[in-house]
């Protein structure tokens, strides 16, 4: 069985917190406090009321911004120059999404609580190591972009950097926690730009992603799956609230193209107005997409069911997602359909654990690999109703509800990771040389390790999809 190696992101922040945090009332004095986080080699001091109930923290730039030039700021108290109402997490979240919300935030230090009282405090040092002033700044800069050409120009240098903490051996699950956060960022800035340019003030809209962009998972290489959910207001038609959207729509598509997200091939952008729908035109196409089976729904579903809300009236995208979570689970007959469409994809493995090459002597790790878990991922959440959609965590919530075993969990995801791995090495590979970045490899070139390695993660593809066949009776 393929070991499985936690990725750092994985850990829940209990797990990752290097040490007890330590705290003051607001009305201690500053001087106090910076002698007691040199003495303890500390960067931070959470301020707490006398419940324990954090209320600010003081860091190394609080004292450099309000203290050191603040006349008289060293002997007052805490509570003057401290960073009011810090930023929290439950310290049973995961250091994934810790990442995200110092990236969205730009802040250096996450406060746990366990309820609403202090357990805890972690930096971006142990999260992310020495590598993140960088991702920190770029994530600054691309919140800060006041026009369009700015914002293409940063698309670019997400994927270099991505590029070079993946050379530098980020784990993949931090790494693409890293691109995913990023593009967030970038993809909702375009929009916020877009739509203040527009007339379109009073329209409550939602921005939603779709496909790997929905489930947190862009590789180096990624093309656009978007679209807009929107409120009909009484006595306006779709057809008209659309026919305003849809011009904005194709700004934003074409700045997030030359910003290095390459336009869908099949078109499944906002500025299709089959993908720019009010919230009951989405439901409906839902509704027909689950009663009817079709081939076209299944590969529809394979996209759309990954739809995450990203900006805009949020309330929108939870609301379908809400929707869909109920609906699904009702009818098995699509759910069969669904698991029958994705055991058609095999692992490429012959006999002897021999690996089943192309024409060319190639295997496409992204549709013969990464898209076995995923797929699976999916067709589990879905049938229980469960309201995840990343990989990793759709399996993770998915192991109780099936009686999946800790160990068999965590060998699925290790053998997702590692083909994501290999797909990234891959597609640096292609870069490097100038070439388009692609998913397809000779197994037979890797070294010994790594293609023992690729067959112990393929035949835990084949372990997952039996688990498929079993639940849905393929």
């Known amino acids: 069985m393929l070991e499985y190696v936690t990725e750092p992101l994985a850990l829940t922040l209990g797990q990752v917190m290097k040490r007890p945090p330590v705290a003051c009332l607001p009305g201690e004095t500053v001087r106090r406090a910076i002698e007691t986080m040199r003495n303890l080699a500390i960067g931070s001091m959470v301020v707490v009321n006398p419940d324990r109930i954090p209320i600010g923290i003081l860091t190394l730039r609080d004292i450099a911004d309000r203290v050191v030039l603040g006349t008289g700021a060293v002997d007052g108290p805490i509570e003057r120059v401290m960073t009011s109402h810090p930023v929290t997490l439950p310290i049973t979240e995961t250091s994934y999404r810790a990442a995200l919300t110092m990236i969205r935030h730009g802040v250096r230090h996450i406060v746990l609580v366990d309820g609403d009282r202090l357990a805890g405090i972690v930096s971006e040092r142990d999260l992310f190591g020495l590598q993140s002033s960088s991702v920190r700044d770029l994530s600054a800069a691309i919140k800060g972009a006041a026009d369009l050409d700015a ?25 693409t926690a890293f691109v995913a956060a990023l593009n967030d960022l970038l993809t909702e800035r375009v929009v916020q730009l877009e739509f203040a340019r527009s007339e379109l003030e009073n329209l409550r809209y939602c921005w939603i992603l779709m496909g790997s962009e929905g489930r ?63 919230l009951d035109e989405w439901r409906q196409r839902f509704e027909r997409w689950i009663d009817s089976g079709s081939p076209e729904a299944l590969l529809h579903g394979a996209i759309f069911f990954d739809l995450r809300p990203l900006h805009g009236d949020l309330a929108l995208g939870g609301e379908l997602r809400h929707w869909l979570m109920q609906h699904a689970p ?73 009686r999946v075993p800790p160990r068999e969990v965590n060998a699925w995801i290790a053998a997702y990771y590692h083909i994501q791995g290999l797909r990234l090495r891959r597609q640096t590979e292609c870069m490097r040389q100038g070439l388009p970045a692609d998913n397809r490899i000779d197994p037979y070139g890797l070294h010994d390790f790594d293609r023992r390695v690729l067959v112990s993660a393929l035949e835990q593809a084949r372990a997952i999809q039996r688990r498929i066949a079993l639940d849905h009776q393929v």
């Open 216 to 278: 947190s998972e862009q590789t180096l290489a990624t093309d656009q799956d978007n679209g807009i959910i929107f409120a009909v207001t009484p006595g306006v038609s779709a057809e008209s609230v659309r026919a305003a959207i849809l011009p904005v729509a194709q700004r934003i598509n074409r700045a997030l193209d030359r910003a290095g997200y390459r336009l869908c091939p099949g078109e499944i952008m906002a500025c299709n107005p089959q993908w720019t729908l009010s």
């Open 330 to 402: 009702r009818n098995p007959r699509f759910l069969h359909q669904m698991a029958a469409n994705a055991l058609k994809n095999r692992p490429p493995l012959g006999l002897l654990k021999r690996f089943a090459v192309d024409d060319e002597g190639r295997i496409n790790l992204k549709l013969n690999g990464a898209t076995l878990f995923v797929d699976a991922a999916r067709i589990f959440t879905l049938a229980h109703g469960i309201d995840e959609v990343n990989t990793e965590r759709r399996l993770r919530a998915a192991a109780p509800v099936l």
């Open 151 to 175: 914002i293409e120009r940063f698309g670019r240098d997400i994927n270099g950097l991505a590029r070079k903490l993946f050379e530098q051996g980020t784990a993949v699950g931090a790494l």
